[in-house]
């Protein structure tokens, strides 16, 4: 029953001829694009700003999770929450290598403040193709994916990203050496934890969505939970930029909690579809 895809190729090539419905998706595929590319030029001459103030703000203990770390550990009085110093020296090895990256941030900068509206051109492309039952259960969709992207990507930047980048530059196996990270390490790990945790945070959509056409049902997610955790951890491992097995932990524990929460909405969901 993700016929619908199907249903609305086969409705606008009825309508309108194939190549017809191919020249609508292009327009929706065109509009997406501009509005990446337009955001991106925003981002690139933003430039101190989209550094100074968002991708190197975790490398530095003035950034606002490691002050709400600190005010923690004065309630609790756990002075070891405090982040007052990362040993974190960052270096640039290639001689383009910085323009390079101000490039590629830019861009994923683009990507993901464009998110919605590519979410809104997909949507648009499908609902003339979607049944009244269809389009009246997916009322707000656009709006609860691209919430949870937008909440996910939140997350991993200021909670995943922040702790992982603190104890990965405080770890130390001997005071003789000294952490000097490539502006590539610490880069593609700030980017590709961030805009992982967006993707990763759809899985309630998906199982949403899942649970309507049967595919996947309560008792399956319930009698399951045993190996998706297990496979929440591998997950984890291919989401983390790096090795560690802290990181891959900071990963897997609101992946375990999507779950849970996805066996709700997949038994609220499954109820609401027999009682229809």
């Known amino acids: 029953m993700f016929g619908f895809l199907f249903r609305s190729l086969q409705q606008k090539t009825d309508d309108m001829g194939f190549w017809d419905h191919v020249e609508v998706l292009r327009t929706y595929i065109i509009r997406s694009l501009l509005s990446i590319v337009i955001l991106s030029f925003v981002a690139f001459?933003?430039?101190?700003?989209?550094f100074n103030s968002i991708i190197l703000a975790p490398s530095e203990p003035s950034f606002i999770t490691y002050r709400v770390l600190c005010k923690l550990g004065d309630l609790l009085n756990a002075p070891?929450?405090?982040?007052?110093?990362?040993?974190?020296?960052?270096?640039?090895?290639?001689l383009g290598g910085q323009f390079?990256?101000?490039?590629?941030?830019?861009?994923?900068?683009?990507i993901i403040l464009a998110f919605p509206f590519i979410v809104l051109q997909f949507w648009l492309f499908i609902k003339p193709a979607l049944r009244e039952n269809e389009r009246k259960h997916s009322t707000g969709i656009v709006f609860y994916i691209s919430i949870l992207f937008i909440i996910g990507v939140l997350f991993g930047f200021y909670v995943i990203t922040p702790l992982t980048i603190n104890f990965l530059a405080s770890y130390q196996l001997s005071p003789l050496i000294i952490n000097n990270i490539t502006i590539s390490s610490y880069?593609?790990?700030?980017?590709?934890?961030?805009l992982s945790m967006g993707l990763v945070f759809e899985l309630p959509v998906l199982i949403f969505f899942l649970s309507k056409i049967g595919i996947i049902t309560p008792k399956f997610i319930r009698e399951k939970?045993?190996?998706?955790?297990?496979?929440?951890?591998?997950?984890?491992?291919?989401?983390?930029?790096?090795?560690?097995?802290?990181?891959?932990?900071?990963?897997?524990?609101?992946?375990f909690m999507l779950y849970e929460l996805s066996y709700f909405i997949s038994k609220k969901t499954v109820k609401k579809v027999e009682i229809e």
């Open 80 to 94: 070891g929450l405090c982040v007052t110093k990362i040993p974190l020296q960052l270096i640039n090895i290639e």
């Open 100 to 110: 390079s990256y101000h490039i590629m941030i830019s861009f994923i900068c683009g």
């Open 187 to 194: 880069i593609s790990s700030v980017s590709g934890l961030s």
């Open 45 to 50: 001459f933003n430039k101190d700003f989209l």
């Open 225 to 255: 939970r045993k190996y998706a955790i297990i496979i929440i951890f591998i997950v984890a491992g291919f989401i983390t930029p790096s090795t560690d097995m802290f990181t891959q932990v900071l990963v897997s524990i609101p992946l």
